[in-house]
């Protein structure tokens, strides 16, 4: 004989199921948006500390930069200075001088030039190496060369590693969208920078005079721009 089905088990039963696999989801996604929220906090915590450190480098380096362009403008950036007495010729003999520097070691390294001049108008002196030209000035008995090329760019190595681990962990959709911009704004500069400094590297070893004066406006500017995103950067996250 068949047992009756008791319909209000069933459907006690039923509820208690669909109750238990409710509960299990929300129980999933609290434990997530717990993770989630413990992974923001983390990951706001390491773009306080990058954007400080970042900051306190191109602060440094804007500043290194800005003296720089200013001597490039106006043509007293020191390429090489030497006691006279290191010479072994006569550093006030042009020809001499022009022997001397074709055969030497000029900027630490050995460069072969078809054109080597020491041309002088009145008490001015310059240096002519192929293409490019330097002033020589002599005083105090000390030989300078003074004019662009052979400068240290000095670049900082800037970081933007919290904006990858934010992508990465998926944090970065809980931020405020202010938030976001301000930090996607900021790593955009930083891969900008990145690009022009290897530019500047390659600028620098060509000895492209000309092209070493405008790539270096090109990373003050950048340079600039960074100090001001990072500011704003640093707001939000307050």
Known sequence: MKKSI??????????????????????????????INENLVKVKASIIQETIKNDSLVRASHTYRGNLLQQLYSNTYELLSSPTSDFPVDVNNNNDLAEYFRTSLIFGSKDYYERVLVLQEESNRVLVLDKRVF?????????????????????????????????????????????????????????????????????????????????????????????????GLLDALK
């Open 6 to 35: 008791n319909k209000q088990q069933l459907i006690l039963e039923f509820i208690s199921v669909v109750f238990a696999v409710i509960l299990a989801l929300i129980l999933n996604s609290w434990r997530e948006s717990l993770s």
């Open 135 to 231: 002033d020589i000035v002599v005083e105090n008995d000390t030989i300078k060369l003074l004019g662009v090329g052979n400068i240290e760019i000095k670049s900082p190595e800037l970081s933007n590693r919290s904006y990858n681990l934010a992508q990465a962990t998926e944090t970065i959709v809980k931020m405020d969208m202010n938030l976001v911009e301000k930090l996607s704004s900021v790593n955009s500069l930083i891969e900008n920078y990145i690009k022009t400094n290897d530019h500047a590297v390659e600028v620098v070893y060509s000895g492209n005079q000309k092209g070493i004066i405008s790539v270096m406006e090109d990373m003050y500017s950048i340079e600039a721009k960074i100090i001001k995103a990072n500011e």
